[in-house]
């Protein structure tokens, strides 16, 4: 329940009650995005995008570097493909059951202890999973990665919305994005540069090392400003501000107070599925489901096609001990790359246009990609359809991020974004184990129900109807 109440004169002095907040006769109350206007934009955001872009990259860099190892972990330690398939679906799971545990945490205790306590984890259990001795010790470290990734993915998104202006949000999913699409890219070319030479443990050290300098800023910045604001901390509230203001080489005038909608209910998971806010979680948990059963299903799919050299092959390709030549890594890191162009004309595009017809266009070019897959005229032809599929699939994550934390207020963004993650990484799960259980029966079945989804994935953006640009983000 909110507590505000307007202001009334008493004598000399003005006073008015937002939360815990007193307003005397010489001081101006304001409200944040308000006070963003004046602290405009500089190296405060820059930290906090950097930041944003460097979890997000410790994250799918975890989530790559296992479809590019699990080759060279068949041959060393004789994997069976029901044991691979374990690894990847241990670790999407985990991912999927914190996920929407700790977007519910994070509404209620803040963003940044959630996130520097699972960056830490998430870079020790890195080091762990390098270290394995064995395919079940590394089984384990891949349940805990799993578990940092859905905290940190749940929380981290929602600092994209909280720190600057509303025309500045897409900005924050910009790096956010290209911390996703970057991990792909770059745990590829690593690889493609590294992996014969040093082996599968130290890849895994040297593509988790930008979580140092993650860890860094998460303990130098400040909280979440709307966060401390809804929570009823709205000194700490105006000491952040104020952190942000002398970073842009702003002054924030001493006698601006903020004004805060206090909140009792943070973290509801009731009130994400009330009437007001029902159809848009349940709209963007299918489109997200769908768009991540895919992202996650290419993931594991790529570096097995282009292994197994699928096209025109008279039978399913074998399993066996077979780790990834130099041209399949070169063609991972084009492909993977091939998604930071994706989630930059997704950015443009949702500023200057909105963000409706371009996630309805690209979900269709999606649609159209993925069928061409069947295809099969030679390899080049198929590198090129799913180098598109991957630059629109990236198109559709970015543009989905850029409308999950503008759909909700404040106090339920983290408990929602967290649920609507959480429902993706199952499409994730389910994305993978299709992967593992059919690929070496049908490969052409596994491209068959990517087709499904993407067309699921495209109806529900032609259903979904509301259009978050001009929206200002609310508190309440």
Known sequence: MNEIKEITNDGDSTIAKYGSTSLASDEKLLELNEIYEMI?????????????????????????????????????WGLTAGFEAAITISMYGSYALFAIMFGNVADKYGRKTVIQWSTLLLLLAAICGALSPNKWVFLATRLVTGACIGINLSCIVCYTAEFAESKYRVFGVLAFSLGLCGAFGAVSGVAFIFLQNVGWHWLIIIVSLPAVPALILILALPESPRFLCVSGQQDKAMKAVRTMAKLNRRKLQEKIKMACFVDEELGSYSKILNKDNRKSTIALSVMYFCNIFIEFGLIVWLPLMYSAN??????????????????????????????????TAAVILAQRIGRLIPIRVASL????????????????LTFATTMIAKIVEAFVNTTLWIIIPESFPTCIRSTATGFINSCGKIGGVFGTACVYLLFYVSPYSVVGIFLFFSFVGFVGTMVYDRETKYEIVQEK
């Open 310 to 343: 699928m096209c025109g092959a008279a039978q399913s390709p074998q399993h066996k001990c077979q780790s990834l030549t130099q041209d399949d890594l070169l063609k991972l890191t084009i492909v993977s790359g091939g998604s930071i162009l994706g989630a």
């Open 365 to 380: 070019i999606m649609l159209l990609s993925i069928g061409t897959v069947f295809v099969c005229v030679n390899e080049s």
């Open 40 to 76: 405009g934009l500089g190296p405060a955001q820059y930290l906090y995008w950097t930041l944003v872009a460097l979890v997000a990259y410790s994250d799918y860099a975890e989530l790559t570097v296992m479809a590019v190892i699990l080759p060279s972990l068949r041959c060393e």
